[in-house]
Nanobody, 120 residues
């Protein structure tokens, strides 16, 4: 089992920067991919960025060139630059965990979410 503790976020200005951090605790060795997702009311949660143990990153097109995800073992940061009002959402930290028994499936753990609000 894994617990995720998020920090950062808050209120930012259009064109400004914010940073989100997330630290995992628990059965860390079985964590594979980690990442950030976001959700606005009435819409599905969407992937923002992910990073593998090896450092391979993936971003949604809308944040490419503006957001950077980094990882140090089982902690991840999301540096958000050139913020836009459409980045306003609740951001959730995610850890994908390999269940250590057959059939060795993957399951997701989520943080509680942190609000990011970008004013125009």
């Amino acid at each position: 089992q894994v617990e995720l503790a998020e920090s950062g976020g808050g209120l930012g200005q259009s064109g400004g920067s914010l940073r989100l951090s997330c630290t995992a605790s628990g059965d860390l060795v079985f964590i594979t991919l980690m990442g950030w997702y976001r959700q606005v009311p009435g819409k599905q949660r969407e992937l923002v960025a992910t990073i593998s143990k090896e450092g391979t990153t993936n971003y949604v097109d809308s944040v490419k060139g503006r957001f950077t995800i980094s990882r140090d073992k089982y902690s991840i940061d999301l540096r958000m630059n050139n913020l836009k009002p459409e980045d306003t959402a609740v951001y959730y930290c995610n850890a994908r965990w390999l269940i250590p028994q057959p059939p060795f499936q993957l399951t997701d753990f989520w943080g509680q979410g942190t609000q990011v609000t970008v004013s125009s």
